[in-house]
């Protein structure tokens, strides 16, 4: 039994917003456990130039545990990224989030 990444990213929003993004997170998503922890901001600037000083980033890794090969998640990844994206644009105003499938072991 191996764990595989589904999808790998950040969520960030303004550090004077009060939020607890676990608790507007669940912990799984369609059997795909959910993973969220605070980071530095992994580059001193957005792209359009605005410094991320300013912002609170997450990693975000949803993994499944599995004993098929990581490409074989696939159609396990397209349910998952279905059942995240209304939960995503559900977050407060001001959340960002950037998230990228990643099939891969850990």
Same mark, same amino acid.
């Given at each position: 039994?191996?764990?595989? @990444?589904?999808?790998? *990213?950040?969520?960030?929003?303004? /550090?004077? =917003?009060? &939020?607890?993004?676990? !608790?507007?997170?669940?912990? =799984?998503v369609?059997?795909? @456990?959910?993973l ?12 359009? *130039?605005?410094?991320?000083? %300013? ?7 949803? &993994? $499944? ?6 490409? =074989? #998640? /696939?159609?396990?990844?397209?349910? $998952? !990224? ?7 644009? %559900?977050?407060?105003?001001? $959340? ?7 099939? @891969? #072991?850990?």
């Amino acid at each position: 039994m191996q764990a595989i @990444r589904l999808f790998q *990213g950040y969520l960030w929003h303004p /550090k004077e =917003a009060p &939020l607890d993004l676990k !608790a507007l997170l669940p912990e =799984a998503v369609e059997g795909a @456990r959910l993973l969220l922890d605070e980071v530095p901001p992994p580059t001193p600037f957005f792209e359009d *130039g605005t410094p991320t000083a %300013g912002q609170r980033f997450y990693q975000l890794t949803l &993994l $499944v545990l599995s004993q098929d090969p990581p490409e =074989a #998640p /696939k159609p396990l990844a397209e349910r $998952v !990224a279905k059942a995240l994206q209304p939960l995503l644009e %559900g977050l407060p105003q001001g $959340v960002g989030w950037l998230l990228l499938e990643d099939l @891969r #072991p850990l």
